[in-house]
């Protein structure tokens, strides 16, 4: 999905043009892959633009940064309000949020402690992740051939820039190959997420999810769906989930901020089902969207601008 420009990005404490928003080519974030980012929206809902989990986004990417030893020279406050004061100076009601924090200009070496961390934050217009229709109709999905990093590789619970050269390539191969998404497996053979989505599996009224081990990023909209299916009576299980489940299952569905609640019609052209979003998805659906559409919020997660 092509990116709209807008009039500013934010980068480094100051709003500079969009075009002029640029790096220096030996930033080690190029040759390293040492970024660490986050995906959030904002919606227009019916009582004004909000922000849906701001915080608990903004306190992930801290946490991902730290977790290679990077300090992000700002507070969480600081990064909140520029993104609010980004989205303002676009003039935009809705829109997805993007800011980075990477190490840039200073040593080209593997040892990054000698290179600034600085940060990015860009706003723009954007529609549904995986097409239009995915809401409403499913997706159509396969395992892929990439497995996720064992444990003790790197971590996989930071949303860092390199570990999406994992995702790229499942992504790669579902596309080339008809599908519009991919379902890894963790280096035991069992079930751990998309390439940039969370999935649950439904099973008898019951919805699985994988856990932490299983090499899963710990998504705040994976994290929503299960507060919202605890509110709804709906039994929730973390656990390992071994492949075969999927294909015996009543419903399955990715999450994300991207994907928002997105339901899966068939694995490996196996029909999940009926084919169709099932009821507990629909619920799940409903409930979400009655906050971010609505802004029906009992939690305190919209951070209306």
């Not at 003039?91 to 593997?110: E, F, M, S």
């Not at 954007?126 to 990093?149: N, T």
């Not at 992504?171 to 991919?182: Q, S």
Request: charged share 25%; net charge neutral.
């Amino acid at each position: 999905m092509a990116v709209k420009p807008v009039e500013k990005i934010w980068m480094n404490g100051k709003l500079i043009d969009w075009n002029d928003a640029k790096i220096h080519v030996l930033s080690h974030v190029i040759h390293y892959g040492s970024s660490w980012f986050e995906g959030i929206r904002c919606y227009e809902t019916k009582k004004g633009s909000a922000i849906f989990r701001h915080r608990e986004h903004i306190a992930r990417l801290f946490d991902s940064a730290k977790l290679y030893r990077a300090e992000i020279p700002y507070t969480i406050e600081q990064v909140m309000e520029a993104d609010k004061e980004t989205i303002r100076v676009n003039k935009l009601k809705a829109c997805y949020i993007r800011p980075v924090a990477y190490r840039g200009y200073g040593d080209v070496g593997v040892y990054p402690m000698g290179c600034p961390v600085d940060l990015t934050i860009a706003v723009w217009e954007w529609g549904k992740y995986l097409g239009p229709e995915a809401l409403e109709k499913g997706i159509d999905v396969r395992f892929a051939s990439w497995q996720r990093a064992a444990g003790n590789t790197f971590p996989t619970t930071a949303k860092a820039g390199g570990n999406y050269l994992n995702s790229q390539l499942m992504k790669m191969e579902a596309r080339v190959d008809g599908y519009e998404e991919g379902i890894a497996l963790d280096m035991n053979g069992q079930i751990s997420e998309g390439s940039g989505e969370n999935i649950f599996i439904v099973r008898n009224g019951t919805l699985y999810t994988p856990q932490f081990v299983n090499a899963i990023l710990p998504g705040i909209t994976r994290a929503t769906v299960m507060q919202l299916a605890k509110e709804a009576g709906i039994p929730v299980v973390e656990g390992n989930l071994p492949r075969e489940i999927v294909y015996l299952a009543d419903e399955v569905f990715f999450t994300g901020t991207a994907a928002e609640i997105s339901p899966i019609r068939s694995i490996d052209r196996m029909t999940i089902g009926t084919g169709k979003p099932g009821p507990i998805t629909r619920e799940l659906q409903k409930r979400f969207f009655d906050v971010v559409e609505n802004g029906n919020d009992q939690h305190g997660w919209l951070d209306f601008i």
